[in-house]
Nanobody, 121 residues
Framework: QVQLVASGGGSVQAGGSLRLSCAAA????????MAWFRQAPGKQREGVAR????????YYADSVEGRFTISQDNAKNTVYLQMNSLKPEDTAMYYC??????????????WGQGTQVTVSS
């Protein structure tokens, strides 16, 4: 069973930065695509960044392009989301997930634990 735990969220002012981490228990990222999603209150969950840890060009939603960076640390079996120039509209619960490559579709029916990001103006 894949268990993904997101961490690193917090409260920051607009223009600030945060780095989210996604640790996996009982799972390695090798050969699978990973993605970060977020869900703001009253809104649908949306994908913000995805990539294939083995290489290739990451994909970012237009709303975060140029500000967010998805990366990995194989030794720590962890995927990161570096978020810079944060805006109030980035406020949401953030989740990581294993996805079917080149899509936002989950490979496993599991969201895991999210982490809250709150950006104040």
């Amino acid at each position: 069973q894949v268990q993904l735990v997101a961490s690193g969220g917090g409260s920051v002012q607009a223009g600030g930065s945060l780095r989210l981490s996604c640790a996996a228990a009982g799972y390695t990222y090798s050969g699978n695509c990973m993605a970060w999603f977020r869900q703001a209150p009253g809104k649908q969950r949306e994908g913000v960044a995805r990539f294939y840890p083995g290489g290739g060009v990451p994909y970012y939603a237009d709303s975060v392009e140029g500000r967010f960076t998805i990366s990995q640390d194989n030794a720590k079996n962890t995927v990161y989301l570096q978020m810079n120039s944060l805006k109030p509209e980035d406020t949401a619960m953030y989740y990581c997930a294993v996805v079917i490559c080149l899509s936002w579709n989950l490979k496993y029916n599991s969201w895991g634990q999210g982490t809250q990001v709150t950006v104040s103006s």
